[in-house]
T-cell receptor, first 110, second 112 residues
Framework: DAKTTQPNSMESNEEEPVHLPCNHS???????IHWYRQLPSQGPEYVIH???SNVNNRMASLAIAEDRKSSTLILHRATLRDAAVYYC???????????FGKGTLLTVNP | SQTIHQWPATLVQPVGSPLSLECTVEGTSNPNLYWYRQAAGRGLQLLFY??????ISSEVPQNLSASRPQDRQFILSSKKLLLSDSGFYLC???????????FGDGTRLSIL
């Protein structure tokens, strides 16, 4: 399975933008880039996913590098409720699995 | 809309007892189904996944088994629980391999 690399932790201030990076240098042509987040004592929550083009939804934006070897999850205005572990995962095509790594623990300061 | 149900929310079991956790999905057909476990302070570990009735793939050899007796039902079982089986068990579904996974609320299992 192609792997991803994320910082262990990041900090942000409330109402400021947050850019969460993810490296995936061994990504294959059929791998989608998925982002999930997990709040304490809850199951992971889908955030966004994309293949090649940048994606926007009500929760966040996903910026994908032209060579697809890295991506960035953008939270436009962080709130205290955005404090969570964020997972960047590759999957799709013939690969039925999503392999969760350790993710990035995002702390949002008031 | 689709929903996923997982129960019970919490469970306390003695070592050596059997286990059965059930997960059902509503509002979709032929979903891919998944069982994960998360130990305290750790990441999610994929245990089993299923792409159809009776089709189970095991990711980690262990004391657990899974079954899919119906299209939208996924069951996690054990004949004799070990202390190391404690954790947060999560069921998830998705339509196809290119679609996002949607998780249930999880079962917190404590083994005494």
């Amino acid at each position: 399975d192609a792997k991803t690399t994320q910082p262990n932790s990041m900090e942000s201030n409330e109402e400021e933008p947050v850019h969460l990076p993810c490296n995936h240098s061994t990504i294959s042509g059929t791998d989608y880039i998925h982002w999930y987040r997990q709040l304490p004592s809850q199951g992971p929550e889908y955030v966004i996913h994309g293949l090649t083009s940048n994606v926007n939804n009500r929760m966040a934006s996903l910026a994908i590098a032209e060579d697809r070897k890295s991506s960035t999850l953008i939270l436009h205005r962080a709130t205290l409720r955005d404090a969570a572990v964020y997972y960047c995962i590759l999957g799709g095509g013939s690969n039925y699995k999503l392999t969760f790594g350790k993710g990035t623990l995002l702390t949002v300061n008031p | 809309s689709q929903t996923i149900h997982q129960w019970p929310a919490t469970l306390v079991q003695p070592v050596g007892s059997p286990l059965s956790l059930e997960c059902t999905v509503e509002g979709t057909s032929n979903p891919n189904l998944y069982w994960y476990r998360q130990a305290a302070g750790r990441g999610l570990q994929l245990l089993f996944y299923s792409v159809g009735i009776g089709q189970i793939s095991s990711e980690v050899p262990q004391n657990l088994s899974a079954s899919r007796p119906q299209d939208r039902q996924f069951i996690l079982s054990s004949k004799k629980l070990l202390l190391s089986d404690s954790g947060f068990y999560l069921c998830a579904w998705r339509r196809t391999s290119n679609q996002p996974q949607h998780f249930g609320d999880g079962t917190r299992l404590s083994i005494l």
